[in-house]
C-alpha cells in the first residue's frame, strides 16, 4: 500500500498573496492539512492565511489542529510534538498525503521541525516548501534593505544576556517576539551608543500592519519584529 508524503509548507508573514505559487499547488491537492495552535481557544493564524486557497479547492479535505502551547518545559512541548507525530503518522500510513503549514519558512524557528526531525527517520517521502519570513516580509514593508555588500544580519528569536554580547559584531539586528522581554531590550538599545536606525512592525503584511520609528512599548500592542538597521560606530 501506498504510504503518505510529508510536506512542510511556509505560508508567509500574514498576507495570503504572498504565498509561493509552489505552496498553493500542494494545498489544492494534499488529503490533510496540519495547522498547530497555540491555544484551545485561539484559531490557528496559519490556517486563516491559506483559507481562500481551501475554499477554491475542488475537492475534500481533512484538518488536523494540534496542540502546540507556549510554554519554555522541552519535556512537555516534547509530549505535544510527539502526539501531533503519532496522528500525523496514522495518516500518512493510511496513504494520505499530510501538508504542515507554519508562518515564515519551515527552516526558521519554526515548529515544523520539531515534528520533522520524529518523521524524518521513517520511511516516509517528505518535501519542504519555503515560504517569505516574516522579517524579510518587515523589511518589504518598511522599504529597508537588511544588508548590502558585507554587512552582517543577526537574528534574535529571543532577547537575553546573549544580545548584548554580540550587539558589536553585527550591522543589522533582527529582533523577533519582542513584546515578551521589551524593558530588556529596551536597556540593551539604549547601551549601546552607536546610531542606528530602528523600526518596529506590528502584524506584518496583514490588513492591520503598522510600521513605527523607533523601539516601540505598550501595553497591549503586539509588536513582532523590531529591526535594527546599519548599528554603526558614530565616532567612524
Request: negative net charge.
Amino acid at each position: 500500500m501506498r504510504k503518505g508524503k510529508f510536506i512542510g509548507i511556509g505560508v508567509g508573514p500574514g498576507d495570503p498573496d504572498l504565498l509561493t505559487v509552489k505552496a498553493v499547488k500542494a494545498l489544492n491537492k494534499v488529503d490533510v492539512i496540519c495547522a498547530p495552535k497555540s491555544s484551545k481557544s485561539k484559531p490557528s493564524l496559519a490556517l486563516s492565511i491559506i483559507n481562500s486557497v481551501l475554499n477554491d479547492r475542488g475537492s475534500k479535505y481533512e484538518t488536523l489542529e494540534p496542540l502546540f502551547p507556549m510554554i519554555e518545559d522541552k519535556e512537555e512541548l516534547q509530549k505535544y510534538w510527539n502526539d501531533a507525530a503519532h496522528v500525523i503518522i496514522e495518516k500518512l500510513n493510511d496513504g494520505l498525503d499530510v501538508a504542515f503549514i507554519t508562518l515564515g519558512d519551515p527552516a526558521v524557528y519554526s515548529t515544523f521541525s520539531y515534528v520533522f526531525k520524529i518523521i524524518e527517520g521513517m520511511d516516509f517521502e517528505t518535501m519542504i516548501i519555503p515560504g517569505i519570513t516574516s522579517f524579510t516580509g518587515c523589511a518589504a514593508s518598511a522599504k529597508i534593505q537588511l544588508a548590502e555588500k558585507d554587512e552582517i544580519i543577526v537574528i534574535v528569536p529571543k532577547v537575553d544576556e546573549r544580545l548584548s554580547q554580540i550587539m558589536a559584531c553585527g550591522d543589522t539586528f533582527v529582533i523577533m517576539k519582542t513584546s515578551r522581554h521589551s524593558n530588556q531590550l529596551e536597556n540593551i538599545i539604549n547601551q549601546d551608543k552607536r546610531d542606528k536606525e530602528i523600526i518596529s512592525v506590528q502584524n506584518c503584511s496583514m490588513k492591520d500592519e503598522k510600521i513605527f520609528n523607533g523601539f516601540v512599548i505598550k501595553d497591549g500592542l503586539w509588536v513582532r519584529t523590531v529591526v535594527i538597521n546599519q548599528c554603526w560606530d558614530s565616532t567612524v
